[in-house]
C-alpha cells in the first residue's frame, strides 16, 4: 500500500445511504462498493466483536487486491476481545493492517507496540505511546502512524494543511499510512474531496 489511503470509521454510514451508497443497495453489498473506492477501512468494535466465521468470510470476499482494515478498540483490551482479534487476524492474514485503541487509560494499562502481532495505534485526549505521535483537532495519535480525525473541516484548504502535517510527520521509512474519518455523522461527500485533495498534493 504505498502514500497516502483516505478511510472512514465504518462503512456502514448511515448518513450516506442516498448520497453515497445507491438507494436500492443491500447492506451486504456495501464493503464491495466502498472498497472499490477507498482502500481502508477502521472498523468499529461493536462491529467486529459480533463477527462469525461467515460475516469475517463475507467481508475477505467483498474486498480485492490490496485493502487494510484496522480494528477499532474502545478503552481497554479483554481476553474476549483479544480471543476474537485473533481468530480474526488468522483469517484475514495481511488484510489486518492494524489495532487502533480509543482510550484516555494510563499507558502502563496499554499495549505498547502491538496486540497479536498487529500493531498500535492509541487515540487519546491525554496519553501517547512512545515513538512517533501527533495532535490533529485535540487528539493525540501514537504508535503506529496513522490519522484519524473525528471533525473533517469543509475548506479544502484547510483539509489540505491537515493531510500536509499529517504527511510530513510521517516516519522516513514509512511505506504509507491510512488516515480516517470518524465522528457521530461522517460526510461521505466530504470524505470524497479529502480524497481527491491527498491525490492532488501527491500523496
Request: glycine residues 10%; negative net charge.
Amino acid at each position: 500500500m504505498d502514500n497516502l489511503q483516505i478511510g472512514t470509521f465504518g462503512w456502514q454510514v448511515p448518513e450516506g445511504q442516498g448520497d453515497f451508497y445507491p438507494d436500492d443497495m443491500p447492506p451486504e453489498w456495501q464493503l464491495d462498493y466502498y472498497s472499490n473506492l477507498f482502500r481502508v477501512v477502521l472498523v468499529p468494535e461493536e462491529q467486529w466483536l459480533q463477527w462469525d466465521k461467515e460475516a469475517i468470510e463475507a467481508c475477505i470476499d467483498a474486498v480485492e487486491g490490496e485493502f487494510g482494515f484496522y480494528l477499532g478498540v474502545n478503552h481497554l483490551l479483554s481476553k474476549a476481545k483479544e480471543a476474537q482479534l485473533l481468530v480474526i487476524k488468522d483469517a484475514f492474514g495481511s488484510l489486518l493492517k492494524g489495532v487502533v485503541i480509543f482510550s484516555d487509560a494510563p499507558i502502563a494499562d496499554l499495549p505498547q507496540t502491538a496486540v497479536q502481532n498487529v500493531p498500535v495505534t492509541l487515540v487519546s485526549k491525554v496519553e501517547a505511546l512512545a515513538g512517533w505521535q501527533i495532535e490533529i483537532n485535540g487528539l493525540k495519535i501514537s504508535g503506529q502512524p496513522m490519522g484519524f480525525c473525528a471533525d473533517l473541516p469543509a475548506d479544502g484548504k484547510q483539509q489540505a494543511a491537515m493531510l500536509k502535517n499529517f504527511m510530513q510527520s510521517m516516519p522516513d521509512n514509512s511505506a504509507g499510512a491510512a488516515f480516517f474519518i470518524g465522528g457521530d455523522s461522517i460526510n461521505m461527500k466530504l470524505v470524497s474531496n479529502l480524497k481527491v485533495v491527498g491525490e492532488f498534493l501527491g500523496y
